[in-house]
């Protein structure tokens, strides 16, 4: 799980680069470049022992412009978005916030993700939820759904077809 | 009496159902009443990673719902929590509020934001004297807690706590009878959130906690869907994925208060808990805890 090693010959995308600086700054973010490279972000993200995720080293690669790179790698979407490194950082920068951004450039130009999370994405906009109720199992083995245990009925939009229009249109634009 | 517009969130309400139960049984116990926030959807947190204009439509439409109500809403989930808040805080720009509330008509909806988002662990804590008071049973052992990253990180958003420090469950389990205390492993991620697309990894995580905590506490208490879900519902895959035998009780704080406070184990879903927290109650149990005045020595 290691980021495509095209630094050396790549070029600076200063487009994308540009255009997750001014998203950041409309989600009132820091923009990587106040980045000092101290690793405290990658000392504690909860992703880097397993996974390999080092934030400071996605901040350099943000702020010198190699974003296909990162848009590329399957290593933006091993973030446990556990906040860390964003409550940690000395400079007020968010490593998070910025793996979200590359993310949701991945989910624009049409990357693979996640099956899991296009499914929840679909099922979202469907449903309004990202699951109906399952049938779950007591400690005994017996199956158990929702209505057996007397709760009320799960709560949904009430006019599914202006929620999904919103949704849909929502999901066309860019962040 | 207090009243809330009552958010579990789509893992409680369509999985966790123990959480659900137990929260709606122990609230109402403690004379909180809850009315269900209609029409609500998910709060958009899992969709963070596709789109953020869809997680702060989300969140908004479920606060504008509130805001019909005119309640405040209690949220289980720190998840949902965290997303409510940051929504919010969001619509205090005018680029946002201005782009979300157009969207909002598109729902016949109208943001106002004038109501609060509360976990229900600060709606435990803000009641602990009553809690305190109440309580029958002591749980007469020795818990950890865990919060969910949520609950308290970005602590200028979400946070509820210190969120290097926080303090609020061990009050809480100190109050129902429990023994307590801080643990290296206290803040670590449960891997919930990675869990389908990388399951080897979030089950590590998750059974790297529990195996630290085996043989040191009783139990662990907690306050999270996604933690209840790694560390009880996936405890043995979790042991599987890190080559040891877990068998370790695992609660949510909602089902230890209400033990506390004299309820039925059956009110409180706890036999939908799949870690073995017979361990814990056959101990609660031998060593019942309320004396009985007929067998006071005299």
Not at chain 2, 87 to 109: F, H, N, P, Y
Request: glycine share 8%.
């Amino acid at each position: 799980m290691t980021i495509t090693n095209l630094t050396t010959m790549g070029e600076s995308e200063e487009e994308l680069r540009d255009k997750i600086r001014a998203q950041l700054e409309r989600i009132g973010e820091n923009i990587p470049d106040m980045c000092y490279q101290c690793g405290k972000c990658t000392s504690g993200c909860e992703a880097m022992k397993l996974l390999e995720l080092e934030p400071h080293n996605i901040m350099a690669m943000v702020k010198t412009g190699f974003i296909e790179e990162l848009i590329n790698s399957e290593i933006i979407w091993t973030c446990v978005t556990c906040f860390k490194c964003k409550e940690r950082c000395p400079q007020k920068v968010a490593p998070v916030e910025v793996l979200f951004l590359l993310k949701n450039q991945a989910v624009a130009q049409g990357k693979e993700i996640p099956v899991n999370l296009s499914n929840m994405f679909q099922n979202v906009l469907t449903q309004g939820v990202v699951q109906m109720p399952l049938e779950t199992r007591t400690r005994a083995g017996e199956g158990v759904k929702r209505e057996d245990l007397n709760l009320p009925e799960l709560q949904l939009p009430k006019d599914p077809a202006k929620f999904q229009n919103v949704l849909m249109k929502l999901a066309m634009e860019e962040v | 009496m207090a009243k809330y517009a009552f958010y579990p969130g789509c893992i409680v309400s369509t999985e966790q159902y123990g959480y659900e139960i137990s929260a709606r049984r122990v609230l109402s116990e403690l004379g909180i009443e809850l009315e269900e926030l209609e029409g609500s959807s998910c709060c958009g947190a899992p969709l963070r990673h596709v789109n953020l204009n869809l997680t702060q439509y989300l969140s908004a439409r479920n606060i504008a719902l509130a805001d019909e109500m005119g309640l405040d809403i209690l949220v289980l989930c720190p998840n949902c929590h965290l997303a409510l808040r940051d929504a919010k805080q969001k619509m205090e720009g005018k680029e946002v509020r201005s782009r979300i509330s157009e969207e909002l008509k598109g729902e016949d909806l109208t943001y106002q934001g004038n109501e609060n988002i509360y976990h229900i662990l600060e709606i435990f804590y803000d009641n602990i004297d009553e809690i305190k008071k109440r309580v029958v049973k002591p749980i007469e052992l020795k818990g950890a807690a865990h919060y969910g990253c949520h609950l308290l990180r970005p602590s200028e958003t979400g946070g509820v706590d210190n969120p290097e420090n926080p303090s609020k469950m061990e009050e809480i389990l100190k109050v129902i009878g429990a023994k307590t205390d801080r643990y290296p492993e206290r803040l670590n991620c449960c891997g919930g959130p990675i869990y389908f697309h990388k399951p080897d990894a979030a089950l590590s995580m998750a059974g790297d906690k529990i195996a630290a905590l085996q043989g040191k506490f009783d139990f662990l208490a907690t306050v999270c869907p996604y933690g209840q879900r790694m560390y009880d519902s996936k405890q043995e895959q979790a042991g599987k994925s890190i080559g040891q035998e877990l068998g370790f009780p695992v609660f949510y704080l909602t089902q230890l208060i209400g033990m506390a406070l004299g309820i039925d184990g059956k009110e409180l879903g706890l036999d939908l808990n799949l870690s073995p927290i017979e361990k814990a109650l056959s101990t609660l149990m031998a060593e019942s805890t309320v004396p009985d005045p007929d067998d006071e020595p005299e």
